[in-house]
């Protein structure tokens, strides 16, 4: 799908998970409460209005095209900056793991698990920068599969198989972090507060990567905002 359509506009279909987790959360043993499901409606308008905002004509990328944008300034920096974010929550979680592995060892006991009010948000935060990886890399992949599949082979060069095994590492590390921090929050506050970390990077790295938002007129602006 990311090969047909806006990255943004893949990723705030997905946002459907939201609507169903809270539906599915009483089995879990969770409650549901009456803001929980109105929280749920407008999650469901706020999606049909953004993609309908969000479309406009769909460029075509091309494998040259992906990897000179990697060379464009704005693009260094906007990798700059999220990679910087993924290595600072990495040593803060290092540190705090380091932190209760030797207490552990010091009194003997199990370690503690991660404190849920301040490590837990992070856990959430950096799935959702990893995952805004793997939506950015994810979609390179996509437009370079779908061509390769007629016929059209966009993997001829040690750049274009760079950003596939980027991927393919992107990916499952996502999934493991997700895991990891659904074993210490709590599903009705990972998976919203993953969502609009990951929708905010999605969008962000969309709009500057892949210029999704170049070609807005004022009625795309609006709904898209609301």
Not at 16 to 34: A, D, F
Not at 79 to 108: G, M, N, P, W
Request: contains cysteine.
């Amino acid at each position: 799908s990311l090969g047909l359509t806006k990255q943004s506009v893949v990723t705030l279909v997905g946002s459907w998970s939201l609507v169903v987790t809270t539906l599915i959360s009483p089995l879990l043993g969770e409650t549901l409460t009456r803001l929980d499901m109105t929280a749920a409606g407008i999650t469901v308008v706020g999606i049909i209005l953004t993609v309908l905002g969000g479309y406009t004509e769909i460029t075509d990328w091309s494998t040259e095209k992906l990897i000179s944008q990697y060379r464009q300034p704005h693009v260094i920096v906007m990798l700059s900056i999220l990679a910087t974010c993924v290595v600072s929550v990495v040593a803060i979680l290092l540190v705090d793991y380091t932190r209760r592995l030797a207490q552990a060892r010091k009194e003997q006991q199990p370690m503690e698990r991660p404190n849920t009010k301040t490590i837990g948000p992070l856990y959430i935060l950096l799935a959702a920068l990893i995952a805004t990886f793997t939506v950015l890399l994810g979609k390179a992949t996509s437009e370079m599969l779908l061509p390769t599949l007629t016929g059209d082979n966009r993997f001829t060069s040690p750049a274009a198989l760079l950003l596939v095994c980027s991927f393919l590492i992107s990916l499952p590390s996502q999934l493991l972090l997700i895991s990891a921090s659904l074993s210490i929050n709590d599903s009705l506050y990972h998976v919203p507060t993953f969502y609009i970390f990951w929708i905010f990077g999605s969008i962000t790295t969309g709009a500057i990567f892949y210029e999704e938002m170049e070609s807005f007129k004022l009625v795309n602006w609006l709904l898209f905002a609301f």
